[in-house]
Nanobody, 114 residues
């Protein structure tokens, strides 16, 4: 059974930082491209960042320069370091794994508010 379990979300003040983690099980993690998506209330789900099997990365325009995606294949975990957070970053953040199939985590809430 495939599981993607996100953690690290919460409430943070504007300008603050958070690090999200997504622990994978049931897949050969090193074969998968891993991504973070987010969905704010009333908006479509959008790509935040993606890291390929070889470690190359790409970011959504709204987070480039502030967020960093990384992976640890030994730990089967992907991370999202989020810096300089603002209210527009408030959303549910989802972990995504894609190779032959695509899998999603259950999401973790990030709220940026003073």
């Amino acid at each position: 059974q495939v599981q993607l379990v996100e953690s690290g979300g919460g409430l943070v003040q504007p300008g603050g930082s958070l690090r999200l983690s997504c622990a994978a099980s049931g897949i050969t993690f090193s074969l998968y491209a891993m991504a973070w998506y987010r969905q704010a209330p009333g908006k479509q789900r959008e790509l935040v960042a993606i890291i390929s099997r070889d470690g190359s990365t790409n970011y959504g325009d709204s987070v480039r320069g502030r967020f960093i995606i990384s992976r640890d294949n030994a730990e089967k975990t992907v991370y999202l370091q989020m810096n300089s957070l603002n209210a527009e970053d408030t959303a549910v953040y989802y972990c995504n794994a894609r190779f032959a199939r695509e899998y999603w985590g259950q999401g973790t809430q990030v709220t940026v508010s003073s």
